[in-house]
Structures are given as structure tokens and as C-alpha cells.
């Protein structure tokens, strides 16, 4: 091969040559230029990426803060009222966790708790929202750039306030769904916290109304028992004295009417009275140590003129298994055997009462049977309901409140025992009435008062202090027929400047008195080391008054009206007794 083709040959290969290196060249220029592409893009979607979870991580520790807070003051507002304090210190905790910038909680006049509240709590740097956001109507709003939203209150389906939130940096819509379940969680919560609240508020008004209609009942019957027992121991103590003066036939018909109606008027006061106490709740059961068959002989006497005038024969069945003491409210059980064995006779025209007692299962059981008229059956389902009676028509034969049955019933009930009725109508009725009682000790009392005590008090000394003239008479003229003659104060601060000039055995004190009542002037006398026995004359018979005069170191208790012998009963009862100091120093 001669020398210029081999040139050209080595021309042509050095010009491939040269083509591939530059083709070689501009690939890699144009790979280097995709690989700086690519690693650009990476870069920026790294920067996407860290960026978005940047935000999901602050958004979750959001969330999580929020959470904390929610429980926290779950648990504050069921321990405490939402007072503006308590509010105000949730809103400031909320606007201090990263991402909240400002909060702001309007509370209407429905949840304001009778203007308690502050209307607007503001925390952080609050920026009102647009008029058109803040009166939507959907459950939540979010503002266009959305920085804020607000959630409401609501109650009955009715708004009552609301509560906006306002974020450092919005959040994506990605995450609205989260923050408004969040939202809606503080909304509930606060709403929840504000209808307890109220109902708490409600209720707490109406315990009190309760409370005030109570005691204003409490008071008034008190003040009734009072007023009308006063001018009724004026009445029947009256009656009771001019029985022992001498008096034409005529004038003593009118006297035993007034004695009778008197009575009546007096078993009327107390049943209107124990009915009104009981409604009230004022009657208490007071329990003590009692002999049955004193119990007995009592009911005997009080109704021995009532049968003896009717002609109707009265047996009484004791068993002898009847304990010799027992433990109870024994005035509350005669109560019930008077008005038991008064019905009896009430409704009896001839024939048979009655009276078996008997101790049977830790219980006092006594039936009380007439011959009388009977009660219809269908009558009977309603006998013990207040006001009730057989004949409630304008024509009825039988007088009477029909709450006798009822109080008996009552007062049974609340000696957890049982009074039950039989009867067939024209074959009299039977009442039978079982109440638990405790079996005192055998061993007899050491009572105060003597049973056996032929003491006289023949020219006791007794100071009354009573500040109505008309109880000062009765006084005076009861205690004169036992040779008494007494002195009297008006009142407390009389009381304790007699005494100091003279001594006197005993006492006894009115309760409701001007200048200084009774109970004031027992206190002082007590404090001063006075040792004599005092005795309550009072017109209360509630178990607030009978504590009260207890309280005061009063030793025992008389109500009015009261009659000569009750009088002279209690005169001899602390004169002969072994009273030696007042029980209550």
C-alpha cells in the first residue's frame, strides 16, 4: 500500500475518532446535566417532605397538648363551677402551646349564670374574625386564609356561645378534620360544664325554696300552736275553776257545754296541729323507759265519764306476758289508743268497747273492738287517708276532722309497726295496732317523782313568771285550791331581780315572753349556779320547742291548756322528788 492511502486511511479513523470523543463528550455534558436536574428535584422534594413533616409532627404535638389540656379541665370542671377564674386560665394554657396564637370564648346570656360570667375571655393576640364568619350556620368555620376557626356552644340546639381558635401558621386541610374534632371535644366540654352548672344552680334554688317553705311552715305552726293554745288554757282552765264555785242548775248546763266544746275545740287544735307537723316533718318520737300497765290505768280514767255516760261497758284483756317495762314513746301511744278507743265509743250507741293489750314477737299488740255501727267495705280502703270520714255528707251524724284515723296511722308507721282494720258494716269494727318496742330492765326506775309521795304542798313557794294577765289568773286560782299562794313576774328580766331579793322552790317559767322570754332568763339562772327545779308553761308542742326549753336547762315541761290536777301533779312530782341540782350543769 503505497504512503497517501495509508494517510487517508489514518484521516478517516482519526476523524471517527474524533466524532465518537465528541459524541462521548456531548452525552456526558447532557447526563451530567440530568443528574443535576435529578439531584435538584430530590433536593426539593426533600425539602417537600421534611417541611410537610415538620408541620404533621407540630400539628401531632398539637394535638397531643390539646388532649392533655382536655382531660385536665375535664376533670376541673367537674370538680369546680366554670367561674370567668377557671376560664380564663384554660384559655391562657391553650394560647400558650406552639401553634396557637390567641383564643377568644363568648358566652351568651342562655350559659352567662346569672351575669356571673364575663361575656368575652380573651387569650393571646386575638384578632376578631369576619361579622359573615362569626354568625354562619355551619358547626365549624374556617377563615379564607385559614387562621382561624370557629366552633359553638350549644344547648337545646341552640347556640350559646363560642369559642375561636387562631393558629400561628394555618393548617393544611389535610388536617382540619383533626383540629375540628379537637374543637368540637372543648365545645362539648364546655358546654357539658355550663348545663351542670345551671342544673346545679337550679337545683340549689330550689333546695332553698324548699328549705325557706319548710322552715316558713315550721314556724308557722309553731306560732299557730301558740296562739291557739294560749287563749284556750284561758278557756278550759276558766270552765274548770267555776266548776268549784256554786252555780245554779242552768248556769252549770252552760258550763258543761263549754267544757265539752272546749275539749273538742282542744282534740281538734291537736290533731290540725300533729297533721300540720307531721306534713312538715317536725314530729319526732321520744323514747323512754314506761310501765304499761300505768299506761292502762290512764286510758281507764280518761274515759271513765264518756262510758259512764253512755252506759257502755268497757273490759280491758291485759295478758300476763306483758313485760313490766318497756322501752317507746308512750305519749305518742296513748295518742293512739285515745283516738282508737275515742272512735269506739264516738260510734257506739250501745253495747261493748273493748281494750285487749298483749306483748307478742317484740311487739305491743292492741286491738281496740266496738259493737257499734261498722264501716262499709268500700269505705275501708280510705279510712286512714286525712280528712276521711265514713259520712263526709252535710247530714252526717258524727262530727269531727277525719284526721284522727290518719294520724294514728301515721305515728304507727313511724314506729315501723302496723295498724290494720276489720269491720262489717252493723257489726262494729276492730283496730288492731302492733308496734315494736325493746323490753326494758326488770329492775324498776329511780324516778324523780314519788308514786308513793304524801308530801304536801301545802304552802309552796312558786315563783310563775307569765307575762299574760289571763294565764296569771287561771295560775293563781289553780294553785289556791292546793293552798298556794304565788308570786309573778311579767317577764325574765322581772324573774331575775325577784330572785334576787327572794328564794322560792320552784319555778315556773312561760317560754315566749317579751323583754326577756324564758328560755334567755333559764339560761342566766342556770349559769349563776341556780339549782332549783324549773318547769316550762308553754303553749309549743313541737319537738323544736321541747328541745329548746331541754337546752335551756328547763326540768320539765307542762303544756297548755293544762288542768288543776296536771298542775298539782307536777307541783308534787318536784317537790317530793330527790331533786337535789338542775340535770342539765
Known sequence: MDNDKMVELLNRKMQREKAARKAAEMLLEQKSRELFMAKQLVEETLLVVQEKAEKDVALLQLKGYLDVILLDYNQAFLKAEPSSILLQRLLDDLASIDGISALCLTVFPEFNLHGHLQSVLIAGEYSQCDDELAHSSAEFNWSQNGAHIIVYLHHKNERCGSLQFTFNNPPSKTWHQTIEKQCRLFSEMLSAAFIRQQLLEKTMIEKQRAENSEQSTRDFVAMIN??????????????????????????????????????????????????????????????IQFEPAILIQTIKHIFAHQIEEKRLSFVVDIENTLPVELWGDVDRIQQILVNLIGNAIKFTKEGEIRFSISWHENALRFIVSDSGCGIPLEKQATLFDPFTQVDNSSQRQFEGTGLGLSICKSLVDKMEGELTLKSELGKGAVFTAIIPLIVASEKKLELKECTDCTHSIDGLSVLAVEDIKMNQVILNMMLAKVNIQPDFANDGQEALGFLDQKEV??????????????????????????????????????????????????DDILHKPYKAKELEKMLMKWSCSSFSGNKNT
Open 505 to 554: 322552790e320552784i319555778i315556773l317559767m312561760d317560754c315566749r315572753m317579751p323583754i326577756m322570754d324564758g328560755f334567755e332568763t333559764t339560761r342566766k339562772l342556770r349559769e349563776q349556779g341556780y339549782s332549783k327545779p324549773i318547769i316550762a308553761l308553754t303553749a309549743g308542742t313541737t319537738s323544736t320547742e321541747v328541745d329548746s326549753c331541754m337546752s335551756a336547762g328547763m
Open 226 to 287: 301558740h296562739e291557739l293554745r294560749t287563749p284556750l288554757n284561758g278557756l278550759l282552765g276558766s270552765a274548770e275553776l267555776m266548776e268549784d264555785t256554786e252555780i245554779t242548775s242552768y248556769q252549770q248546763t252552760l258550763l258543761t257545754t263549754i267544757h265539752q266544746s272546749g275539749e273538742m275545740l282542744r282534740v281538734i287544735i291537736n290533731d290540725l296541729l300533729d297533721f300540720s307537723k307531721m306534713n312538715a316533718g317536725m314530729l319526732k318520737l321520744t323514747s
